[in-house]
């Protein structure tokens, strides 16, 4: 029996890091960069990976600035 050995926490990614997941790479890179961190963390946190809080909370806020329309 090998259930013992799968980990007790599984993945639950926000509305927001599927929807990242969704865009291109040039996309996400923006993202990245106004955001002041790389494509790499930006990866990990769309996919749900374990990041710090003040990137994950920065790249919340830079994706919600680009929903937002502009008048």
Same mark, same amino acid.
């Given at each position: 029996m090998r259930g013992f050995l799968a980990p007790a926490v599984s993945r639950a990614p926000s509305e927001?890091? !599927?929807?990242?997941? !969704? &865009?291109? *790479?040039? *996309?996400?890179? =923006?993202? @990245?960069? @106004? @955001?002041? !961190? !790389? &494509?790499? =963390? @930006?990866?990990?946190?769309a996919r749900g990976d374990v990041v710090t809080a003040d990137v994950g909370a920065a790249l919340e806020h830079a994706f919600a600035q680009t929903k937002t329309k502009k008048k």
């Open positions: 927001s890091q !599927t929807s990242v997941r !969704t &865009l291109s *790479r040039s *996309r996400r890179s =923006k993202l @990245a960069k @106004a @955001a002041n !961190t !790389t &494509l790499l =963390k @930006a990866d990990q946190w």
